[in-house]
């Protein structure tokens, strides 16, 4: 069954411009990935600093797959210390 991952990143005050850096090079290599459906970033317009990353797998395991590629790790390791929150991410599924 298909999995939807919603991610939440709130930059740091100063660090919007390396939140966005590290998204822009994650994201294209994430859809290069065989088990990507698709995936999209966004950006706030009402606060500059809240970036979501919204992907669609074809399966959990595709997703799990997915966190252990090295252009993920680097990312999670790289926007970690860029955030003022802890990770959030969310896997869900469609409620019908």
């Given amino acids: 069954m298909q999995l939807t991952i919603f991610a939440r990143f709130r930059a ?4 919007e411009d390396a939140v966005a850096a590290a998204i822009g ?8 990935e065989a088990g990507c459906v698709a995936i999209a970033a966004y950006r706030s317009t009402k ?3 809240l970036f979501w990353i919204h992907s669609h797998w074809v399966d959990e395991a595709d ?5 252990t590629m090295p252009h993920t790790v680097h990312f999670i390791a790289t926007v970690r210390e860029l955030i003022d929150h802890e990770l959030d991410i969310d896997r869900s599924r469609p409620l019908a």
């Fill in 12 to 15: 740091r005050a100063g660090q």
């Fill in 25 to 32: 090079e994650v994201v294209p290599r994430s859809r290069a």
């Fill in 47 to 49: 606060d500059p600093r």
């Fill in 63 to 67: 997703f799990d797959r997915h966190a």
